[in-house]
C-alpha cells in the first residue's frame, strides 16, 4: 500500500544523508518534499501540518544543527514524530469483562469488510487461546448472514444462526444468552451498514450498545476509500465513542493516507489490520513496524512472526537433519517453498525485509512458484530424491506432465545443484554439521 509514499520519501531522505550540515534553508526545502509526498499519499492536511510542525521544532534544535550526522538525526525525527501520529502499541490489545462473555462490536459502512473481518478477529481470538462466538447482526442483507455462517463455520468457529426475521436487538441478546450457556467468550456482533452515515442506522448501534454494554466498538474502515474512511470514522466516534479501528485491504495499493489520517482524527488507536483474503491475513497493527516499512527500514519482528506461524516445528527439525547429512532433496525443497507461500504474497514478505522495499523491476509473482511446484510434482518419489537420474526420456516425461518446458526444467535443476553445492560449503565450514541450525528454529 505505502509503496509510492515510500519512494518518494526514499529519495528525499538519501538526498538528506549526503548533507553535512542542516541549514534552515535545506530543512524547509526537505520539509516541502516531505508534505508533498504525505498529501500525495492522501494523507489529512491536518495531520500533515501537524506532523511538519513536530519535525522542524525538533530539526531546528542544537543536538541536530552540531551533529556529525545531522541528515540521520533529521530521518530519525520524521520516524519518531510518524510513530507518534500513528499512535502507542496497543497491538491487538483488546479491553475482556471479569465476568464473561464479553461483547465486541463491529460497525462501519457497507462494502468495509466488517464480515469477513468478523470472522478473521474470530481466527485470530481462538489461536489467543478464546472461544469466540460470531453473531450476524445485519438483518438488511440477507448474504452477510450466509457469508458469516460460511466463513465462519470454514475456519473452526461457532456462528450465531438464525433466519434474519428477528430485530438486531432480539438476535444479538439471544446469542449472548448461548455464549452464557455455553461458555463462549467474546461475542463479536457483525452489525449493519450502510452505503452512507444516516440517522436510522446510528439509532440501531445506540439502541445494541445501550442493550449489551459492549466492552469494545471497532470500526472496520477500508483503508482504500483514503479520507472518506477518515470521515465516516469521525462520524461513528461521535455517535458511539469508538474504542479501536480495524483497518481493511491494507494489500491494495491505495496511497495509504487512511492509515497516516484515522489515528490522528479519531484520538482511537489503530488495533487490527486485514493483509489479504486469507482468513489467516490479518494481524494487530504494530505503530513502530508500520512506520519502519514506509521508511523502507523493513519489518523484521513480524516477519519473524508470520515465519513462525507458517513453519512446523517437526517437519522443520526433520529437514535440519537431513541438512547434516547432504540429503536435502527437490521434495524438501517444494516443502519450504509452500512454507514461504503460507507466510503470504511474496512481495509482502519481501517488502518486510529492510532496504528490499526499494525493488524496482522484479518480477514478484507468487505465480513464478507455480512452475517450479508443478515441475517437482511430475517427479516420481525418487526423481526427487536423485534428480541427476533424470534423463532425457523422464526429464520429457516430467516437462510434458507439468506443463512445461524441458528448458524449464533444466533451469530448475541447474539452480538445484547449485544451491546444494552451496548449502554443502556451508556445511563444511561449520565444521562438518556440527552446530548447524535452521535460522528459523531459533536455537
Do not use: C
Request: proline share 4%; no cysteine.
Amino acid at each position: 500500500m505505502f509503496d509510492a509514499l515510500s519512494e518518494r520519501l526514499r529519495g528525499v531522505f538519501d538526498a538528506l544523508r549526503g548533507q553535512t550540515r542542516i541549514t534552515e534553508e535545506v530543512l524547509e526545502k526537505t520539509l516541502r518534499e516531505i508534505r508533498m509526498a504525505l498529501l500525495e499519499a492522501d494523507v489529512h492536511v491536518g495531520v500533515v501540518r501537524a506532523l511538519l510542525e513536530g519535525v522542524r521544532a525538533k530539526a531546528l534544535g542544537e543536538d541536530v544543527l552540531k551533529s556529525l550526522t545531522p541528515g540521520q538525526q533529521v530521518v530519525k525525527i520524521v520516524r519518531d514524530e510518524l510513530q507518534a501520529l500513528l499512535g502507542e502499541g496497543d497491538a491487538g490489545r483488546l479491553q475482556f469483562k471479569g465476568q464473561p462473555p464479553t461483547v465486541i462490536f463491529l460497525v462501519g459502512l457497507q462494502g468495509s469488510g466488517k464480515t469477513t473481518t468478523a470472522s478473521k478477529l474470530g481466527l485470530w481470538l481462538k489461536k489467543a487461546g478464546r472461544f469466540p462466538y460470531l453473531v450476524p447482526a445485519d438483518v438488511y442483507r440477507p448474504a452477510a448472514i450466509e457469508q458469516l455462517v460460511r466463513v465462519g463455520t470454514s475456519v473452526g468457529l461457532k456462528v450465531h444462526a438464525h433466519d434474519g426475521t428477528a430485530q438486531p436487538i432480539a438476535i444479538a441478546r439471544a446469542a449472548l444468552e448461548e455464549a452464557r450457556l455455553h461458555g463462549y467468550d467474546p461475542v463479536v456482533i457483525d452489525t449493519a451498514g450502510r452505503l452512507h452515515i444516516d440517522e436510522a442506522l446510528m439509532e440501531e448501534l445506540r439502541g445494541l450498545k445501550a442493550a449489551l454494554n459492549p466492552s469494545e466498538i471497532l470500526f472496520v474502515a477500508d483503508a482504500m476509500t483514503g479520507q472518506d474512511a477518515v470521515r465516516s470514522a469521525g462520524e461513528f466516534h461521535k455517535a458511539l465513542a469508538l474504542t479501536g479501528v480495524i483497518l481493511t485491504k491494507m494489500d491494495g495499493d491505495a496511497r495509504g493516507g487512511a492509515a497516516l489520517s484515522i489515528r490522528h482524527v479519531t484520538s482511537v488507536p489503530i488495533k487490527f489490520v486485514g493483509t489479504g483474503e486469507r482468513p489467516t491475513e490479518f494481524e494487530p497493527f504494530h505503530p513502530d513496524r508500520m512506520v519502519g516499512r514506509i521508511l523502507g527500514m523493513g519489518d523484521l519482528l513480524g516477519l519473524i512472526e508470520k515465519a513462525e506461524d507458517a513453519v512446523d516445528a517437526a517437519q522443520a527439525m526433520e529437514l535440519e537433519k537431513r541438512l547434516r547429512k547432504n540429503q536435502f532433496s527437490l521434495q524438501d525443497f517444494r516443502d519450504q517453498i509452500r512454507m514461504l507461500q503460507k507466510m503470504g504474497p511474496l512481495s509482502g514478505v519481501l517488502g518486510m525485509l529492510p532496504g528490499m522495499g526499494a525493488l524496482k523491476n522484479v518480477d514478484l509473482d507468487d505465480g513464478a512458484f507455480k512452475g517450479v511446484l508443478a515441475l517437482i510434482d511430475s517427479m516420481t518419489p525418487a526423481e526427487r530424491d536423485r534428480p541427476e537420474i533424470l534423463s532425457g526420456s523422464r526429464k520429457k516425461r516430467v516437462a510434458k506432465g507439468s506443463g512445461r518446458s524441458v528448458q524449464e526444467l533444466n533451469k530448475l535443476l541447474k539452480q538445484f545443484a547449485q544451491m546444494r553445492k552451496m548449502m554443502k560449503q556451508v556445511q563444511a565450514a561449520r565444521g562438518g554439521g556440527k552446530g548447524f541450525r535452521l535460522p528459523f528454529l531459533g536455537r
